[in-house]
């Protein structure tokens, strides 16, 4: 098989499921990440032989069923970091990188924060502020022990020091104090299951993804109650946010007793950034 052979099974796999530009993103992922070959490398010798790959069928099979190109390849990347994912663990999004972006320039120059990262999922928001952030003590926690096991390879990957902990927030809570709580918590209500595409319904944990659609607040309430006994003074809640439900989350936290609330949006305009103080 040459290399545009290859390269062009994997895109018409691709394009079975995705549109045309995204195709083409996908392909060059896995391509690259999985095969071994990037786009350039087909381009200037396209006739070139590649190896016999053995596992190509179940690649392909798997394209086609709407696997996220994250999970085939293993990683994905993060602020320019890679990151382990497999399934049952979330992959990282954009939006959440905005919001690290921005804790990130807010306490850059600050050291000795205590850091908890709430519904860590592969640990890219703890890793990340923990190597940002100097000698920032980072707590991260999970419902998911899988999710952990990926949490803390990442860790180790990037050197950081963070303490991961089972913990099901609605259940009960982490012990200590802290100058930070940050978290992308589930926020999707079951109603919207309909508008979302296959390859996240197929694959994601859907714990990490979906609330009750009479409750979709249910994990901004939980933490921000906590918040109110574990930050300290002057102490910032971060969240990222369903889109929907901005201006709730802002009043939920002003009635819980936070200031300087603020809803930020995202790049394309969407509320999906929210951050509060305590007082």
Same mark, same amino acid.
């Given at each position: $098989?040459?290399?545009?052979?290859? &390269? ?28 071994? $070959? ?17 596992? !190509?069928?179940?690649? /392909? ?15 994905? &990347?993060? !602020? ?11 992959? *990282? ?5 905005? /919001?690290? +972006? ?6 850059? @120059? ?8 709430? #519904?860590? @999922?592969? #640990? ?49 809570? *982490? ?8 978290? =992308?918590? *589930?926020?999707?209500? /079951? ?7 296959? =390859? ?8 990490? !993804? ?6 979709? !607040?249910?994990?901004? +309430?939980?933490?921000?109650?906590? @918040? ?6 002057? #102490?910032?809640? &971060?969240?990222? /946010? =369903? ?29 999906? $950034?929210?951050?509060?103080? &305590?007082?």
């Amino acid at each position: $098989m040459t290399r545009r052979e290859l &390269w062009n099974k994997v895109y018409d796999a691709a394009c079975s499921v995705y549109a045309e530009r995204e195709a083409r993103s996908y392909t060059a992922f896995v391509c690259e990440n999985r095969l071994g $070959m990037r786009f350039t490398d087909v381009i200037v010798e396209p006739a070139a032989p590649c190896p016999d790959y053995e596992e !190509l069928p179940q690649i /392909l099979a798997a394209i086609r069923d709407h696997c996220p190109a994250q999970y085939i390849t293993g990683f994905a &990347w993060f !602020l320019d970091r890679k990151f382990a994912v497999r399934e049952g663990v979330l992959i *990282p999004r954009p939006e959440t990188e905005e /919001l690290v +972006r921005m804790i990130s320039d807010r306490y850059k @120059g600050r050291s000795g924060l205590r850091v908890l990262d709430v #519904g860590t @999922g592969s #640990g890219c928001i703890a890793v990340t502020l923990a190597a940002e952030l100097k000698q920032a003590e980072v707590v991260a926690v999970d419902v998911s022990e899988s999710a952990l096991e990926v949490a803390r390879e990442n860790a180790r990957r990037h050197r950081v020091s963070v303490d991961f902990v089972r913990c099901d927030m609605l259940q009960e809570s *982490p012990s200590g104090y802290f100058d930070l709580i940050v978290s =992308n918590p *589930p926020y999707v209500t /079951l109603q919207e299951k309909d508008e979302m595409r296959p =390859n996240v319904l197929r694959y994601e944990p859907h714990r990490a !993804l979906f609330v009750p659609d009479d409750d979709p !607040l249910v994990f901004y +309430r939980v933490i921000a109650e906590y @918040g109110c006994r574990s930050l300290n003074p002057g #102490g910032m809640l &971060w969240f990222e /946010l =369903n889109e929907r439900y901005g201006s709730e989350v802002a009043s939920l936290l002003e009635q819980s007793g936070y200031s300087e609330v603020a809803v930020h949006d995202d790049m394309f305009g969407k509320q999906r $950034m929210a951050e509060a103080v &305590w007082r």
